[in-house]
């Protein structure tokens, strides 16, 4: 289920009763695979709803998806390769008005080429980040740049 359904889609409810488990196993099992550097667990910053409920899971690694998934969501991969990149040396945490909020300053919008930047509006910090770009331009980043700083 992580390899397919979009990151803003899965959660806890949707997660413990398409497996079977009630949510405190749940919560048990996902505690422990984010232990063990299998998932990360992304909540939200201050203000947003973060009661034991994260708003966002995503695998560890993107390479888990060439050992776990046979047709992963390109959204959860791009996305998965940003948090990656960031979560050891940064707080991340997800946003209501782009995908992530690092270090309560930066706001992020990750997705493909062709990603505007009308989700962000006028917040300042506020950047896209998109894949299949080389070079960026005022306000998009490249997805790869943010391999380069692990």
């Not at 791009?78 to 945490?93: C, D, I, M, P, W």
């Not at 990603?115 to 070079?135: C, F, H, M, P, W």
């Given at each position: 289920?992580?390899?397919?359904?979009?990151?803003?889609?899965?959660?806890?409810?949707?997660?413990?009763?398409?497996?079977?488990?009630?949510?405190?196993?749940?919560?048990?099992?996902?505690?422990?695979?984010?232990?063990?550097?299998?998932?990360?667990?992304?909540?939200?910053?201050?203000?947003?709803?973060?009661?034991?409920?994260?708003?966002?899971?995503?695998?560890?690694?993107?390479?888990?998806?060439?050992?776990?998934?046979?047709?992963?969501?390109?959204?959860?991969?791009?996305?998965?390769?940003?948090?990656?990149?960031?979560?050891?040396?940064?707080?991340?945490?997800?946003?209501?008005?782009?995908?992530?909020?690092?270090?309560?300053?930066?706001?992020?919008e990750i997705g493909g080429a062709q990603k505007r930047s009308r989700q962000l509006g006028n917040q300042a910090n506020a950047y896209v980040v998109s894949d299949d770009i080389e070079t960026g331009t005022p306000g998009k980043i490249p997805l790869w740049v943010f391999g380069?700083?692990?």
């Amino acid at each position: 289920m992580l390899c397919a359904t979009p990151p803003a889609e899965l959660n806890k409810s949707k997660l413990s009763s398409a497996v079977g488990a009630s949510w405190p196993t749940l919560s048990r099992y996902l505690e422990r695979m984010q232990a063990g550097s299998l998932i990360y667990m992304v909540r939200g910053g201050a203000g947003m709803r973060t009661v034991n409920k994260p708003d966002k899971l995503l695998l560890n690694n993107p390479n888990l998806f060439q050992t776990l998934c046979a047709s992963p969501n390109i959204g959860t991969l791009r996305e998965t390769f940003f948090v990656s990149q960031l979560f050891h040396g940064h707080q991340v945490h997800y946003h209501d008005r782009g995908d992530f909020i690092v270090d309560d300053k930066y706001i992020f919008e990750i997705g493909g080429a062709q990603k505007r930047s009308r989700q962000l509006g006028n917040q300042a910090n506020a950047y896209v980040v998109s894949d299949d770009i080389e070079t960026g331009t005022p306000g998009k980043i490249p997805l790869w740049v943010f391999g380069m700083g692990y």
